[in-house]
């Protein structure tokens, strides 16, 4: 196992790729602290899931976009695994609905801004006092990041490249810790995201612009996180990878 005895922390870690985050890192020994913001069922069933894939985890309910939860979530975290954290993945984020300019007010701005962005921020922040050298942090961008992203969708793509630069930022500022920190970009995944958001004929004419022909999952996306996390990874620093089967390129 290639994170036996390692510390993991997810943000958003309770569904979709959060929770395929969750579980593979059960799967290589790590413990792992799932953290939801509202629904505890969804939270529970990835308790569920890594404890039956032979993982230790809790749950943590909290709005990582909000500094006094994120410290909530930290003290948790080191409560119940001892005093370092080693793997941060931050999951949590998302479009929230779909807007023009002309249709975004300040509130709206301020919130995509606020859960995908300074909630990296919060987290980073939280968690690196007590990462020791070769932790991992991986920050999840979006391929809409480098695009500019689909319609209606300019405040969230705007708020994943800022991911993507704080990320190369990070790299730099904690290297010489020998802390690494990268992003993953993905593409067109099938998660409850774009059954939300995006319209079925969309996302069949995305999936045939790929040249797999197909959507990503979020098992595949979950691999590259624990790769991202594991001593295998151990020169990649400030990367943005993409992960959308050839529908990009960078």
């Known amino acids: 196992m290639r994170l ?10 309770s569904r979709d790729i959060g929770r395929s985050v969750s ?13 939801y913001l509202s ?3 969804n939270a529970e069933e990835t308790l569920r899931q890594v404890k039956e894939a032979g993982g230790e985890g809790i749950i943590v309910k909290g709005d990582v976009s909000k500094a006094a939860d994120v410290a909530k979530l930290v003290e948790a975290t080191r409560a119940a695994f001892g005093e370092e954290i080693h793997i941060l993945a931050n999951v949590a984020g998302g479009l929230v609905a779909r807007k023009t300019t002309l249709e975004i007010d300040e509130e709206f701005f301020d919130h995509i801004m606020d859960i995908n962005l300074k909630s990296v921020f919060l987290s980073v922040k939280a968690v690196i006092p007590f990462m020791p050298s070769g932790g991992s942090i991986i920050n999840f961008s979006s391929l809409a990041g480098r ?8 405040i969230y793509a705007t708020s994943k490249g800022a991911v993507m630069t704080y990320t190369r930022a990070l790299a730099k500022e904690l290297g010489p810790k020998n802390i690494r920190v990268n992003a993953v ?22 999936a045939n612009a790929t040249s797999l022909k197909r959507e990503g999952t979020a098992d ?5 996180v624990i790769y991202l996390a594991s001593d295998e990874a151990s020169f990649l620093n400030g990367n943005n990878i993409d992960i959308n089967g050839g529908l990009s390129f960078s």
């Open 220 to 224: 595949e996306v979950a691999d590259l």
């Open 23 to 35: 579980v593979k890192l059960a799967k290589e020994g790590a413990k792992v602290v799932i953290n």
């Open 147 to 154: 695009d500019g992203g689909g319609p209606g969708a300019s």
């Open 39 to 41: 629904n505890e069922a």
């Open 185 to 206: 970009a993905p593409g067109m995944i099938a998660t409850t995201f774009h059954d939300t958001f995006t319209k079925p004929e969309a996302r069949v004419n995305v």
């Open 4 to 13: 036996k005895n390692k510390v993991a922390i997810v943000t958003g870690g």
